[in-house]
């Protein structure tokens, strides 16, 4: 070695390394989190075990816990991933133009995804709507709740601004009750039933919002997404 040869550097410190094992745990985790679904759709909350969800994710007890150190766990980690979803579904439908879009339209655009969303994933339906779990567990679905109301509520509020609020908050409360009364339906049903069905819940919903959309002295036409002058009132007086 002469005086200018100088030694090998070392190699550059990167986090290529620790990015690949956070890669590996993420998908490890969906992976447990598909099969916990699926095992609860099956089974419901109480008969599930982790051994269970093990066997269906295709790893070990041991493997899970490195994740999960419950059941409980794995219960709060599906409710988060299912509030998550809904809330990117539905929040290009709370900015809709309702000059160029009625609601008919935009109630119909939503409820696709949504639908097929559940369908994909009814242990949302078994933990945290139908109301089968214990309660500690649909404790869980609050944060899910209050999103979807947020999001129905800004959506009614595009299509009748001067209601009061109590008003909209109300009916996107009665909007999100009667979605999750026909929802068991939605999920159980047939696949070629699906499209009919959601077209019966949209016209449940039109019906509902035509009535709940109306403002004195206006009326607000939900189907159209436009305000119609009030129908004369018929008095019942007898003539004199």
């Known amino acids: 070695m002469t005086a200018e040869t100088t030694p090998a550097s070392k190699p550059p410190v990167t986090e290529e390394r620790p990015k690949r094992r ?3 745990g993420e998908r490890r985790i969906a992976q447990l989190l598909e099969a916990a679904g699926q095992v609860f759709a099956e089974s419901g909350y109480a008969a599930t075990t982790t051994n269970a969800i093990a066997a269906r994710a295709g790893v070990s007890p041991g493997s899970l816990y490195q994740y999960f150190p419950n059941k409980d766990a794995i219960a709060a980690a599906l409710a988060e991933y299912y509030a998550d979803s ?3 579904l539905l929040a290009p439908f709370a ?3 309702p000059t160029s879009v009625t609601l008919d339209q935009a109630l119909g655009a939503s409820l696709e995804p949504i639908v097929a969303f559940h369908r994909k994933n009814p ?6 709507i139908g ?5 500690h567990v649909m404790d869980l679905q609050a944060p899910l709740m209050v999103s979807t109301h947020a999001r129905i509520q800004a959506l009614l509020t595009l299509y009748a601004p001067d209601l009061p609020e109590a008003r909209l908050q109300l009916g996107a409360a009665v909007t999100l009750a009667a979605y999750k009364g026909v929802l068991p339906l939605l999920v159980e049903a047939e696949e070629e039933q699906v499209p009919a069905l959601r077209e019966q819940l949209k016209s449940l919903l039109l019906g509902y919002f035509d009535r709940l959309l109306t ?3 206006d009326q607000v036409d939900a189907r159209h997404g ?4 009030p129908e004369p009132k018929v008095s019942t007086n007898s003539p004199q």
Do not use: H, I, K, S
């Open 95 to 97: 900015v809709v133009d």
């Open 131 to 135: 109301g089968n779990a214990p309660g």
């Open 22 to 24: 956070q890669a590996r």
């Open 226 to 229: 436009r305000v119609r002058p």
């Open 86 to 88: 809904l809330d990117e």
């Open 215 to 217: 403002g004195a002295p």
């Open 123 to 128: 242990a949302c339906l078994v933990l945290f």
